[in-house]
């Protein structure tokens, strides 16, 4: 398991960033590597849904942590020629009032499990870019959680 966490304090109301990364098709607007997503059945915890990749990789995702307005949480498998079952990725986003400052702690955890040895050494390598992307995760949603 490779664990990779970033947190930021966004200057909005819970409330507003929950809405925002709530919803699947806010994703591409605020989560670096993702060009689409959209729903493909349910709502809240259980949800479905399809995100597809900067790299053009598409990963079915089942919601599997939904504490309305405080954690999200989703479930990744890659799909297509190739993809190996035992490989997933969990992304999971959890918010925190901030009553001494007024906003939102916001704290971007990614848990990946990769498909052997060779994938874990990697991936391994790749840790500062996934912490990089999700710095400009944070800095993203902060931009757009101001906007409402």
Not at 52 to 64: D, L, P
Not at 108 to 115: K, M, T
Request: no cysteine.
């Amino acid at each position: 398991m490779i664990l990779v966490e970033r947190s930021a304090h966004v200057a909005a109301p819970i409330e507003v960033v929950w809405d925002v990364v709530q919803r699947a098709e806010q994703l591409p607007a605020w989560l670096a590597g993702v060009r689409a997503a959209e729903v493909l059945s349910g709502e809240g915890f259980g949800r479905r849904q399809l995100v597809q990749a900067g790299r053009g990789s598409a990963h079915e995702a089942e919601v599997i942590a939904y504490q309305e307005p405080t954690l999200i949480g989703w479930r990744e498998r890659a799909k297509g020629a190739g993809a190996r079952a035992e490989a997933r990725t969990e992304i999971y986003v959890q918010l925190t009032s901030d009553d001494e400052e007024g906003g939102t702690i916001v704290r971007l955890i990614v848990v990946r499990w990769p498909a052997g040895p060779v994938k874990a050494a990697l991936l391994r390598l790749g840790l500062r870019r996934v912490g990089a992307d999700l710095e400009d995760s944070l800095a993203r949603l902060t931009d757009l959680a101001a906007v409402g």
